[in-house]
């Protein structure tokens, strides 16, 4: 077995079932799922047991709510397979990808890290059906995380770029990984940081697994997969308010992270500049709506001044008043 399925999850009972399903509906059963309930307020393994007469499945429930960042590495640690993949328990798994991700894992002995696309799609879709929802309902055309087309093998510090994904992995769904890679280097994390259970509040509960990537993988080969595998729903998310603060506070932290770690100056300056592309509309929002926006999360010095020798901090003003007129005269953008 070459995979497992690692999923976190706490109350959402519906999307959980979801989730599932598309693991049910896999051609390729070899394959183990790791699930850990993080204390939700329903009765998971309950929800869970009819998956069991089809699914290798692994379930751990603690005995309180840990934050999010220790039940990912809860659900880590359950692994046995040689291959880790992260699924959102409110992400889906495409029509064959547990085969056609093995196949390419088999086809690439020599890479130790694999990208792999995912589609977006907004949560609405899937309530219109039956539940649970049956992925042969999966529209035709959806967007996808990365717009590249052709697969690419490449050095794990080369996976750094907009052009692939905006959020430099920070969306760990859409990331595979050597199991024993992984568990060798979780000494990076500070645990202390990590307990905090408010979602983004710090670097650490929000970028722990990019630490981890960092140390155990910075030196491996690589793999971009173009295909989509996956799909990320949104709209179903608690943090949705507080996004703007990961874009333009977390994204960057994550890059000051790989420069320090041996990306190199010119991609980092240039994927810096292109992640303050919402700079100041984004720290006004924060600005004006508090707190709930995470405003206290914000160090003005590090997150703010320190980001205002960048030009795209300054051109975020004109970018965001020409979507605005783009918008007003009804042209896509």
Same mark, same amino acid.
């Given at each position: ?15 959980? !079932? ?32 009819? #998956?069991?007469?089809? !699914? ?17 590495? /809860? ?25 056609? !991700? ?24 899937? $309530? ?16 996808? !995380? ?31 990984? /050597? ?58 998310? $608690? ?7 990961? $874009? ?17 100056? #010119? ?32 160090? #003005? ?33």
């Amino acid at each position: 077995m070459l995979i497992s399925v690692c999923i976190p999850t706490y109350n959402r009972s519906q999307s959980l !079932l979801n989730c599932l399903n598309s693991l049910c509906l896999q051609t390729n059963n070899s394959f183990e799922v790791c699930i850990s309930d993080n204390c939700s307020n329903y009765n998971v393994e309950e929800l869970i047991a009819p #998956f069991k007469k089809k !699914l290798k499945l692994k379930f751990s429930k603690n005995e309180k709510n840990l934050g999010a960042a220790l039940n990912f590495l /809860k659900a880590a640690s359950m692994a046995k397979n040689d291959f880790i993949w992260f699924l959102g328990d409110d992400d889906l798994l495409k029509p064959n990808a547990i085969d056609d !991700l093995s196949k390419l894992i088999d086809a690439n002995k020599e890479c130790d890290f694999f990208w792999v696309n995912s589609n977006h799609l907004s949560s609405e879709f899937v $309530e219109k059906f039956e539940k649970p929802f049956d992925t042969k309902h999966l529209p035709k055309k959806m967007k996808t !995380l990365s717009p590249l087309k052709e697969d690419e093998k490449l050095m794990f510090f080369d996976l750094i770029k907009h052009r692939i994904a905006f959020d430099y992995l920070l969306g760990v769904f859409a990331c595979v990984f /050597k199991r024993k890679d992984w568990s060798n280097n979780l000494h990076v994390i500070d645990y202390e940081m990590i307990k905090d259970k408010n979602a983004w509040s710090n670097f650490e509960n929000t970028c722990f697994h990019i630490k981890i990537f960092c140390e155990a993988f910075k030196n491996s080969k690589s793999y971009f997969c173009a295909k989509p595998l996956s799909v990320n729903l949104f709209g179903i998310r $608690e943090w949705g308010n507080i996004y703007p603060l990961v $874009e333009i506070v977390r994204i960057p932290e994550a890059l000051d992270y790989y420069r320090k770690k041996g990306l190199n100056f #010119f991609q980092y300056i240039y994927e810096k500049n292109y992640s303050l592309r919402n700079f100041f509309n984004y720290f006004f929002k924060i600005l004006i709506n508090g707190d709930r926006m995470g405003l206290s999360y914000i160090n #003005f010095k590090k997150h703010f001044f320190r980001n205002l020798i960048y030009p795209n901090a300054f051109l975020s003003i004109f970018y965001f008043i020409f979507r605005k007129i783009s918008q007003t005269l009804g042209f896509k953008i």
